[in-house]
Each structure stands twice: as structure tokens, then as C-alpha cells.
T-cell receptor, first 109, second 112 residues
Framework: KNEVEQSPQNLTAQEGEFITINCSYSVGISALHWLQQHPGGGIVSLFMLSSGKKKHGRLIATINIQEKHSSLHITASHPRDSAVYICAAIREGNEKLTFGTGTRLTIIP | DAGVIQSPRHEVTEMGQEVTLRCKPISGHDYLFWYRQTMMRGLELLIYFNNNVPIDDSGMPEDRFSAKMPNASFSTLKIQPSEPRDSAVYFC??????????FGPGTRLTVL
């Protein structure tokens, strides 16, 4: 069993839909990253959070440390949001990232 | 700042050859990470440095892989000898203290 699990693995939605991607982890963490990787391959850090909620534009990330669970939400989804979204847990005591397997999101116009 | 810079962007080589990947972190960042991404295994941490010192190299697959950081603005990842199973995209990332990591554009390595 992976230490960081994401669901769903693939998600296809219509433009405008509200999107939720989930991440669960089994290790002790100090923080969690949400990353975005576009088809061209570049990786962009969307959020790093250790508690509560963060919002940037149409993107919202939440984390519940007690339940070891985080979610990434996209409101009013757009085709340009199509990408692979990866959660990565930063282990307590060091800076190592443990990655989830990613969620491939496709938004259809 | 130009962000994390990696070179080359693409590398095609033959099995047995030495490969050197290069990374320039963001100025002022004190952590540098090397990752490998493959279809089968996804993203994996290979090694990371803090203030130019290797902290954890447990992800380095075998002795054929080595990484150095001679100064705060430059790091190399070397594979010698290279094998076809080393074909992957190699990312370098940097961060300041315990903050978010910034990724370079990656080097796509193909070993024939």
C-alpha cells in the first residue's frame, strides 16, 4: 500500500463543473504539497499547507491532519485546468516528499 | 529570478555512456532536490541537499548514480554507466527552508 493515495486516478468533467481530488496519507507529515503537471511536463507547486484551508483563484486546498486527508477543489473548471494533479507529503523531521500517483483531470469544453 | 534551470532539456545517449545532468537552483534557496519520473513508478526522490551537503541519498538507485553540489548555485547528477532502464525525466527542485519547492523544467533522458 502506498503511503500517499490519491483518488480518483482519472477524472473527466464538463467545463464549469466543481472538481474534487482527494489525497490520503499514512505517514506523519509536517505539510502537504499539491502540484500540477501539464502535458508539456513542467511541474508547478499550487499549494503547500499544514492545516486548514488555502485558496488561490479558483483553486482551494484543505487538509485535516487528524484524519490524514487533503482535498483539492477547482471551482468553475475550465479546459486549461486539464493536467495531472499530484499530492506530495512532506515527512515529519525532514524535507523528503512522498508522492501520490497523481490524478489525470480532463475538462471537456 | 529565472527559476530553477536545468540542462540539457533532452539527452539521448547509448548504453554504457556517462550522462551528466545539471541544475542551477533559485538564488537564496538552501535546499536542492533531484527527482526522477517514469510511467511505471511516478515521481521519486533520488537525493536532496541542504546548504550544499547531501542529507538523504537513500533514493539513489545504485552506485551508478552520483550527485554533487560544489556550491550553492550548481548541482550535477551523474549516471555512469548509463542503462536503458535509466530512461526517465529527471527534475531538479529547490526551496528555502521548509517552504514550497520550485521545480525546474526537467531533463528527458533516453538511453538506447
Amino acid at each position: 500500500k502506498n503511503e500517499v493515495e490519491q483518488s480518483p486516478q482519472n477524472l473527466t468533467a464538463q467545463e464549469g463543473e466543481f472538481i474534487t481530488i482527494n489525497c490520503s496519507y499514512s505517514v506523519g507529515i509536517s505539510a502537504l504539497h499539491w502540484l500540477q503537471q501539464h502535458p508539456g511536463g513542467g511541474i508547478v507547486s499550487l499549494f503547500m499547507l499544514s492545516s486548514g484551508k488555502k485558496k488561490h483563484g479558483r483553486l482551494i486546498a484543505t487538509i485535516n491532519i487528524q484524519e490524514k486527508h487533503s482535498s483539492l477543489h477547482i471551482t468553475a473548471s475550465h479546459p486549461r485546468d486539464s493536467a495531472v494533479y499530484i499530492c506530495a507529503a512532506i515527512r515529519e523531521g525532514n524535507e523528503k516528499l512522498t508522492f501520490g500517483t497523481g490524478t489525470r483531470l480532463t475538462i471537456i469544453p | 529570478d529565472a527559476g530553477v534551470i536545468q540542462s540539457p532539456r533532452h539527452e539521448v545517449t547509448e548504453m554504457g555512456q556517462e550522462v551528466t545532468l545539471r541544475c542551477k537552483p533559485i538564488s537564496g534557496h538552501d535546499y536542492l532536490f533531484w527527482y526522477r519520473q517514469t510511467m511505471m513508478r511516478g515521481l521519486e526522490l533520488l537525493i536532496y541537499f541542504n546548504n550544499n551537503v547531501p542529507i538523504d541519498d537513500s533514493g539513489m538507485p545504485e552506485d551508478r548514480f552520483s550527485a554533487k553540489m560544489p556550491n550553492a548555485s550548481f548541482s550535477t547528477l551523474k549516471i555512469q554507466p548509463s542503462e536503458p532502464r535509466d530512461s526517465a525525466v529527471y527534475f531538479c527542485a529547490s526551496s528555502y527552508f521548509y517552504n514550497e519547492q520550485f521545480f525546474g523544467p526537467g531533463t528527458r533522458l533516453t538511453v538506447l
